[in-house]
């Protein structure tokens, strides 16, 4: 499954060929805000460094559909990300 979310992360152009998957986790992200509840998927996530960047982004790939799902979180490091999303995988690992 992972190895099939790895490939869709490439069809949808994001992630350039120089760059370098830091980590992959599965986990749930937010499909759905209702008014007093959330709708979450299971959801592989992607850390992702560029070859002349230090940054890291985050990508993320339904694990139901295998479509690339919005994404905006970037950092200097992986413990800022791992705190920013640290929450939605552990019940997984």
Same mark, same amino acid.
């Given at each position: 499954?992972?190895?099939?979310? @790895?490939? #869709? @992360?490439?069809?949808?152009?994001?992630?350039? &060929?120089?760059?370098?998957?830091?980590? +992959?986790?599965? %986990?749930? *992200?937010?499909?759905?805000? @209702?008014?007093?509840?959330?709708?979450?998927?299971?959801?592989?996530?992607? +850390?992702?460094?560029?070859?002349?960047? *230090? =940054?890291?982004?985050?990508?993320?790939?339904? #694990?139901?559909? %295998? *479509?690339?799902?919005? =994404?905006?979180?970037? #950092? *200097? $490091?992986?413990? &800022?990300? $791992? +705190?920013?999303? %640290?929450?939605?995988?552990? +019940?997984? $690992?």
């Amino acid at each position: 499954m992972k190895k099939k979310a @790895l490939v #869709a @992360l490439y069809q949808y152009n994001q992630v350039a &060929s120089s760059s370098r998957i830091v980590w +992959a986790k599965l %986990g749930y *992200s937010r499909l759905l805000k @209702l008014k007093d509840s959330s709708v979450y998927v299971p959801t592989w996530i992607f +850390a992702v460094r560029g070859k002349n960047s *230090s =940054n890291i982004t985050l990508h993320r790939i339904n #694990a139901f559909t %295998g *479509s690339s799902m919005k =994404n905006g979180s970037t #950092a *200097s $490091d992986t413990s &800022s990300l $791992d +705190a920013t999303v %640290g929450m939605m995988w552990n +019940a997984i $690992d």
